[in-house]
């Protein structure tokens, strides 16, 4: 492990602390309560040590991207009151897994995966999983998502499969060196939200996830509920 300049739990405190204190900037400034916004570190290529560090500085939410990553660390580290998101591209031969043992998954984008999360949380005897349909707003190549076109329907088919509670949408904005350029990706976004709030209004529609490290505060101005940050708690390195 490497040794930061100062220990482990000084350090994420610090950090944690600091991303506090800027989303609760970045909320007053249009009049939003910090309250409203749920902080997920990304302990994706983290230890579980640094994990349980985080725990214990306030942090009860954590992101993973990867299924085979995740789950030694859910397995050994589930205190209460511990939530755990799946943020990453998944396939439905991963579903079973993610089905028990993920709190929430940010990344649905086909009918099959979701029939698929259905099915085995209805296996597992669990309670409704929450789930957002990740949309591609950029439209970019590289990116995993659904278009804005596409996100309506997709979204009444999930409305109807009785062991997933949609829950809102999530987006993985450009990489820029601006993060003013993203404001307009993450206004779509929200848009696209009040279309299917207006369409489908038997669904909560309670969350935008967008805005990771560079681009947090920007997207809490456009109306994220949740922000999914993780160099900006972790670090650059892998510990």
């Known amino acids: 492990m490497d040794n930061h300049p100062i220990n482990e739990q000084e350090y994420l405190a610090s950090n944690i602390a600091a991303v506090r204190a800027s989303i609760q900037e970045a909320a007053e400034r249009v009049g939003r309560r910090p309250q409203e916004i749920t902080l997920i570190a990304v302990s994706k290529t983290k230890p579980v040590s640094m994990v349980e560090t985080a725990y214990h500085a306030g942090i009860t939410n954590f992101g993973e991207n990867r299924v085979q990553d995740a789950l030694p660390k859910i397995a050994v580290f589930r205190p209460q009151g511990i939530r755990w998101h799946m943020i990453g591209r998944l396939q439905s031969n991963k579903a079973h897994k993610v089905a028990s043992s993920f709190d929430a998954v940010h990344s649905i984008d086909s009918l099959h995966l979701a029939q698929a999360l259905n099915r085995y949380r209805e296996i597992e005897g669990k309670d409704r999983l929450p789930v957002l349909l990740e949309v591609n707003i950029a439209g970019e190549q590289s990116k995993a998502g659904l278009s804005a076109a596409e996100a309506p329907e997709l979204a009444r088919q999930i409305a109807r499969l009785p062991y997933l509670d949609l829950q809102g949408l999530m987006t993985v904005a450009p990489r820029v060196d601006d993060p003013e350029e993203v404001r307009p990706v993450f206004r779509?976004?929200?848009?696209?939200?009040?279309?299917?709030?207006?369409?489908l209004p038997d669904c909560s529609w309670q969350h935008l996830s967008m805005g990771m490290t560079d681009d947090y505060c920007i997207a809490i101005e456009e109306g994220a509920t949740i922000v999914r940050v993780g160099r900006a708690i972790f670090g650059e390195r892998v510990l």
Do not use: K, P, S
């Not at 779509?188 to 207006?198: G, S």
């Open 188 to 199: 779509a976004l929200r848009f696209l939200q009040y279309r299917l709030r207006d369409e």
